[in-house]
């Protein structure tokens, strides 16, 4: 894996990504108009300050996730990745660049979702907002490397949008959102714990409710990252040229 090549792919996705607004605009405003809508639902109680903060990271994932894994199997589907992968350029060097790219997406996608549910929705955050605001990224940057390694089992777009409740939507049921998981059966508190996104959300939801809580969070969020580098590593292994 070479730091030149791995770039040089993240600066052509950039790139990509500035002549597609319809995507740029499905990660940045889909996410903000999502929070608003939960804070107009619940505006005069203090639902949205209990349950906001543990979608402000769920939304972007969601989000990234889709984005991610489409335009990866668009890229093996129209030839370009065989075509790339004749060059010197490796796998890990094509999925390091796609990190990278929807990487820096996911940090601004998070910091305008964030920036957007505390000063102009009023969530109301007991700890750092940095700190929430670092769950956010964490969580938005699983859902594009996760997004990256599911895209390798998909022959389809539809394929891998079918992706999207069977690898999301049991983490989203699992994660404490809407029973707290030490309150769930023993056997799925179990798959709970393995799960990347119970810790994303214990983390937010530890931040909006203790302001003494930073050491805890950054745990989780450690434990969120390593979920997101062992999904690039498989990733680059599993990453096939071309779509039968």
Request: glycine share 8%.
């Amino acid at each position: 894996m070479s730091a030149r090549l791995t770039t040089a792919t993240a600066r052509r996705v950039v790139a990509q990504l500035r002549h597609d607004p319809r995507t740029i605009g499905l990660m940045i405003v889909v996410p903000c108009g999502l929070i608003g809508l939960l804070a107009w639902m619940f505006s005069g109680t203090d639902e949205f300050d209990r349950i906001g903060a543990p979608l402000l990271g769920i939304f972007p994932f969601v989000v990234m996730f889709l984005v991610t894994s489409v335009a990866t199997l668009r890229e093996r589907q129209s030839g370009t990745l065989e075509r790339l992968l004749a060059m010197p350029l490796g796998k890990g060097d094509f999925v390091g660049g796609y990190a990278v790219a929807f990487g820096v997406m996911a940090v601004i996608q998070a910091v305008v979702a964030s920036a957007f549910a505390i000063l102009v929705c009023g969530l109301d955050v007991a700890g750092p907002v940095w700190l929430l605001g670092a769950v956010a990224v964490a969580n938005a940057v699983l859902g594009c490397t996760l997004g990256l390694f599911v895209s390798a089992f998909a022959a389809t777009e539809f394929q891998a949008v079918q992706f999207l409740p069977a690898v999301v939507l049991p983490q989203f049921l699992l994660c404490g959102l809407f029973l707290p998981r030490d309150q769930l059966p023993d056997v799925l508190h179990a798959i709970s714990s393995v799960l990347p996104l119970s810790y994303a959300v214990d983390a937010a939801t530890a931040v909006t409710t203790n302001p003494e809580v930073t050491s805890g969070a950054l745990a989780d969020i450690a434990v969120v990252l390593g979920f997101a580098v062992a999904a690039v590593v498989l990733g680059a292994a599993t990453l096939r040229r071309r779509t039968p």
